[in-house]
């Protein structure tokens, strides 16, 4: 399974030619594990019904991991690992969180959290 990042999510649904291709096949074939703070942050920059409607499609569709306590664990392996010293928020080490406990790739642009990010968990190794 793949997590994608927001920044990955908001070129897909802006069909960017370089994104849109490889993440919809991911998700045809149900490799994207969807989390619940990157759907927060998708739906929070929704500027009409029509584009909330879509994200929450894709919310209701893609395969989900629930973790209880996930940001308080997230909130531990940040201040053990001194994230917020290196730009890297809460949002950021939740999503970090759910690829170490699901054992899936995180695949992210975002510069500071791919600085964090372990190389087994990092999607961009394999695909880009």
């Known amino acids: 399974m793949i997590i994608l990042d ?26 994207v594990l969807a989390v619940e703070c990157v759907f927060g942050e998708l739906l929070q920059g929704a500027k009409t019904d029509y584009e909330r409607d879509i994200i929450l499609g894709f919310w209701k569709h893609s395969p989900k991991e629930h973790y209880e306590d996930i ?10 690992n001194k994230l917020c010293d290196k730009g890297v ?29 372990p190389d087994e968990l990092n999607y961009a190794h394999d695909c880009c």
Do not use: C
């Open 71 to 80: 940001a308080i664990e997230a909130g531990i392996y940040s201040a053990a």
């Open 6 to 31: 927001t920044s990955v999510w908001i070129e897909h649904l802006r069909i960017n030619p370089q994104f849109f291709p490889k993440v919809g096949k991911l998700l045809e074939n149900r490799g």
């Open 89 to 117: 928020g809460l949002i950021d080490a939740i999503i970090l969180m759910h690829g170490i406990k699901s054992g899936s790739k995180i695949w992210t642009l975002d510069t500071k959290l791919l600085r964090v990010l």
